[in-house]
């Protein structure tokens, strides 16, 4: 099996990786770019599952500077999106693979975290700002 794996070109897994990291389905990019489906769960499992949870947690950080109220719409309108792809999986005639459902809950999974990280960092902040606002309204001039 190795061998296979070889004799796939370099620019035929970039492209390979390219759409696993925009999200297509593993079969999909299987029968599209004529590679054999086990060859692509190989590198997923061995190279590319980390390096797109890693980028995934990057883009999180990157938008920290996004304000409590986007991202809680954001969320609101992923759930929406969730519950219409669950809603779809319920009611095609076969049933959902075990991989569909652990897509599933890690998206939701992914949101809640989302949204606990943002609402505590705003509770921070708020807590932050209190704290100064006490500080500047103590005059030092005054009566003790």
């Not at 005639?93 to 809950?105: A, L, R």
Request: proline residues 3%; glycine residues 2%.
């Amino acid at each position: 099996m190795n061998n296979k794996r070889n004799k796939i070109s370099q620019e035929l897994l970039d492209k390979a990786k390219q759409l696993y990291f925009a999200n297509k389905p593993v079969l999909k990019i299987s029968r599209d770019l004529n590679i054999p489906r086990s060859n692509l769960i190989y590198y997923i499992n061995k190279e590319w599952r980390d390096e797109k949870s890693l980028r995934a947690t990057q883009m999180l950080e990157s938008v920290s500077s996004i304000n409590l109220t986007t991202i809680q719409s954001m969320t609101k309108y992923s759930l929406i999106a969730a519950n219409r792809a669950l809603e779809h999986l319920s009611k095609r005639g076969e049933p959902p693979t075990s991989k569909e459902m652990v897509d599933c809950v890690t998206v939701i999974q992914k949101l809640s975290e989302i949204s606990d990280r943002f609402k505590a960092e705003e509770e921070k902040e708020k807590e932050q700002s209190g704290q100064t606002r006490n500080v500047t309204t103590i005059d030092p001039f005054g009566q003790g």
